[in-house]
């Protein structure tokens, strides 16, 4: 079984509707992040969480909110889509510590019409 | 502010080595990654590198660090079809405390039979 999971893994939408991103993770681990993939570039942050408690904004926050329900779950909210959101949407997890590696969940393809 | 930045295309026959190189930009960086994209899939954490390291071997992956230049190597020998993929560097921002990556634009590497 996948350590990352993402629900869904497609989603079409219309612009100006709402959408929910999940993310769940067995690796027990505490940090969680939602990462941004656009053609030809690199991945851009949008927010990270480094436990229940802590929510935290990334680089490209602007237009998405996130919930960190549980040590296991992180999603991520799009309150009224846009077109230029239409990207490929990545979820990973991290222990932290001096040897910190994130691990990437599979990614939810999302296009707004 | 950090930039990574990497060449956007490789093709190299199958059994070649392939070299893909990767320069950055924050010194302070202490571990820089090498993610493998595979279509359709998420980033497979393929190895990483400490910076006080100048060279890191695991299979038929190599790693070379040039910490003055700032430059990081990824030489993967014999390569296979199975190589073909998109391949990201990246470094760890560490001046930030964040525990976000910076990611390169990505290489696709095409491996001809």
Not at chain 2, 50 to 76: E, G, P, W
């Amino acid at each position: 079984d996948a350590d990352v999971t993402q629900t869904p893994r497609n989603r079409i939408t219309k612009t100006g509707k709402r959408i929910m991103l999940e993310c769940s993770q067995t690796k027990g681990h505490d940090r969680m992040y939602w990462y941004r993939q656009d053609p030809g570039l690199g991945l851009q942050l949008i927010y990270y969480s480094f436990d229940v408690k802590d929510i935290n904004k990334g680089e490209i926050s602007d237009g998405y909110s996130v919930s960190r329900q549980a040590q296991a779950k992180f999603s991520l909210s799009l309150e009224s889509a846009i077109p230029n959101q239409t990207a490929l949407y990545f979820c990973a997890t991290s222990r932290g510590g001096s040897t910190d590696t994130q691990y990437f969940g599979p990614g939810t393809r999302l296009t707004v019409l | 502010g950090e930039d990574v930045e990497q060449s956007l295309f490789l093709s190299v026959r199958e059994g070649d080595s392939s070299v893909i190189n990767c320069t950055y930009t924050d010194s302070s960086s202490t571990y820089l990654y090498w993610y493998k994209q595979e279509p359709g899939a998420g980033l497979q954490l393929l190895t990483y590198i400490f910076s006080n390291m100048d060279m890191k071997q695991d299979q038929r992956l190599t790693v070379l660090l040039n910490k003055k230049d700032k430059h990081l190597s990824l030489r993967i020998a014999d390569t296979q079809t199975g190589d073909s993929a998109i391949y990201f560097c990246a470094e760890r921002d560490d001046s930030s405390n964040t525990g976000k990556l910076i990611f390169g634009q990505g290489t696709t590497l095409q491996v001809k039979p």
